[in-house]
């Protein structure tokens, strides 16, 4: 190889070592980093999101992208070295990362550092079950978080863009339940909360695979019927990841679109959440429920 071919994996070396010295200059080493791996995502309209995603199959324009392996290998090595300590956990998170071709393979990198890899994913791509039995048994793969953002038809609902029509019609100045009442009369679809479902399920089969649910606040109040329901069919979950959803991304350019439920959440939500975790926990139908506070969704 002449110098002319080392000079890009030079400079991304070095971008990349350079980037990394710098956040560690004012700040501690985290305990985890996230690895956008794409901005390509199966269901790009959510209006919270804060990628403005690339709809898969339609990636006219150049405008998706995916990280490519040796950048993928450079921040791998770049994390484990730094002689001021290096984070446990490595996110890989999107766009869907599940959508990238070479994700067993950035993976294989983070395991071969010995970082705890996880997955935050929307879980449809595990409908396919020969694609969860591939890349968990290449050893790799410690974690998968799976957002969920409500019971059946308040999933599907939660991932409409913000233009779409229907929420024109909520009243802003209604109560949460009033609002949610009323997007569930405009719509029937759980096409999106039915794939991820399966996708759960799937996983489940894989031993030693930690299963999680990401899960806004706004809709906690339906985390027991979701356990439940997993737990019906036959899955399991091992711990909540619970946020508090803002606008952020699309959401944030249509100010006063969208209905309070995509705002702070209210005393009644926060009193719920804690009853139906208290509950989950003493049953023993999870293990761990973690309260993030957060500017925007740990969604894919």
């Not at 690339?54 to 450079?74: C, P, R, S, Y």
């Not at 599940?98 to 294989?108: E, F, V």
Request: hydrophobic share 35%.
């Amino acid at each position: 190889m002449n110098s002319a071919e080392q000079e890009p994996q030079k400079l991304i070396n070095e971008s990349a070592r350079q980037s990394w010295n710098e956040h560690l200059q004012s700040n501690e080493v985290p305990q985890a980093v996230v690895f956008d791996v794409t901005n390509v995502c199966d269901s790009p309209g959510c209006a919270h999101c804060y990628i403005n995603a690339v709809k898969h199959g339609n990636l006219e324009n150049g405008f998706g992208n995916f990280m490519d392996i040796n950048t993928a290998q450079v921040w791998s090595d770049t994390l484990a070295s730094n002689p001021k300590g290096r984070p446990e956990q490595i996110w890989i998170s999107g766009g869907e990362p599940t959508l990238h071709k070479d994700l067993g393979l950035i993976l294989k990198f983070l395991k071969e550092k010995q970082f705890y890899t996880a997955l935050i994913t929307n879980g449809e791509k595990f409908e396919d079950k020969e694609f969860g039995k591939r890349l968990a048994s290449e050893g790799n793969l410690d974690e998968v978080a799976v957002t969920i953002r409500g019971d059946g038809i308040l999933h599907d609902l939660f991932m409409l863009p913000a233009d779409n029509p229907i929420w024109a019609g909520v009243s802003k100045d209604g109560s949460y339940k009033e609002q949610i009442d009323f997007v569930k009369s405009k719509s029937n679809s759980v096409e999106h909360f039915e794939k991820t479902m399966e996708g759960i399920m799937n996983l489940s089969e894989v031993p030693k695979l930690k299963i999680a649910l990401n899960i806004d606040m706004q809709a906690a109040g339906d985390m027991e019927k979701i356990v439940r329901k997993i737990k019906k069919r036959g899955g399991r979950v091992d711990n909540i990841y619970l946020q508090a959803q803002q606008e952020t991304g699309r959401a944030k350019a249509q100010p006063g679109r969208l209905p309070n439920l995509w705002r702070k959440p209210t005393v009644d939500m926060v009193g719920e959440y804690m009853n139906q975790s208290e509950r989950l926990l003493k049953e023993g139908s999870v293990k761990e429920i973690v309260f993030y506070r957060s500017s925007s969704s740990r969604n894919s």
